[in-house]
């Protein structure tokens, strides 16, 4: 008889392999072809374009194991829980409000001891807000990638581990999978290094798991998280502040003990059967 465990443990390490292997071609080709080290042609303009599928790689790994081994039914089961509402209406309220309130306090609070500013483009046209929120959403990583990291490889891990360990994984799988973007990267996330996207992604994991297990898994909390912490860093620039940058790490450090004391770290989720 096959060994549950070791077919789970073949599953994850497939899934982080495939979510690699696709984006880090695509997105080792597009740092060379910035470079231009692979000369002029069709191939190239396709690589630096927006067009460029290289973040794919977490949705497209997903989807293609869970036709091997589930098909089509399995494939529109994983899709379903992109838009799964059906959770306690609580939870909307730390998913859609507590990166803008980290982030926003970080930068609020290096503006009053002082620092000056970036402009805040949404205050002369706040509609830009929710254009971004669609923006980013759909080609801002969210959607390229959730279904992967929280959809796929969450449930798997924590078949195997706790949900802290669980999330400590994915996490540093998740900010290492961006190292070949170092090289093209514009965004001033980029430029603190690979240690520091490591582990903001590793604290965001923890968050995204506790909202992951408390809303019976639904992918659509992870998309709305990992898009509200990518408009909210649009919107309140703390990171290009001198203050607002350890501000950053340290909020984001304490909502993730706070998850972890109340709610425990072996399952995230407080019930009757309270973690000990």
Same mark, same amino acid.
């Given at each position: ?9 073949? #599953? /994850?390490?497939?899934?982080? $392999? ?15 072809? !910035? ?19 290289? !973040? ?5 790994? !997903? ?18 829980? %992109?838009?799964?509402?059906?959770? !306690?209406? #609580?939870?909307? /309220? ?22 000056? *500013? ?15 929120? =669609? ?29 802290? =360990?669980?999330?400590?994984? /994915? %996490? ?22 690979? /240690?520091?996207? *490591? *582990?903001?992604? *590793? ?12 809303? %019976? ?5 992870? $998309? ?39 709610? %425990?770290?072996? #399952? ?9």
């Amino acid at each position: 008889m096959a060994n549950p465990n070791r077919s789970e443990t073949r #599953k /994850i390490v497939l899934f982080f $392999l495939i979510a690699y292997g696709f984006t880090w071609v695509f997105w080792i080709s597009e740092a060379l072809a !910035a470079r231009g080290l692979l000369g002029s042609s069709i191939l190239v303009d396709f690589l630096l374009s927006p067009q460029n599928p290289a !973040a794919w790689g977490p949705f497209v790994s !997903a989807i293609l194991l869970t036709f091997w081994y589930q098909r089509g039914r399995g494939v529109l089961g994983l899709l379903k829980k %992109g838009v799964d509402y059906k959770f !306690a209406k #609580k939870w909307w /309220i730390p998913t859609i409000l507590l990166c803008p309130i980290i982030i926003g306090g970080a930068l609020g609070i290096a503006a009053l001891a002082g620092e000056s *500013i970036p402009e805040l483009y949404w205050i002369a046209d706040p509609s830009l807000i929710l254009v971004n929120f =669609v923006v980013i959403l759909f080609t801002g990583g969210p959607l390229q990638e959730e279904f992967g990291w929280r959809g796929y490889a969450l449930p798997r891990l924590q078949g195997r581990f706790n949900a802290l =360990v669980s999330s400590i994984i /994915i %996490g540093f799988m998740w900010g290492l999978w961006h190292l070949p973007y170092f090289f093209i990267g514009t965004e001033l996330t980029y430029a603190y290094g690979i /240690i520091p996207q *490591i *582990i903001t992604a *590793i604290l965001l994991s923890i968050l995204l798991t506790w909202l992951f297990n408390n809303t %019976g898994g639904s992918i659509l909390v992870s $998309l709305l998280f990992h898009n509200m912490f990518n408009l909210s860093n649009d919107m309140f620039p703390a990171l290009q502040t001198q203050l607002g940058s350890p501000l950053f790490i340290a909020f984001f450090v304490t909502a993730a003990v706070i998850v972890v004391l109340i709610w %425990g770290y072996k #399952k995230m989720v407080r019930d009757a059967k309270k973690d000990e």
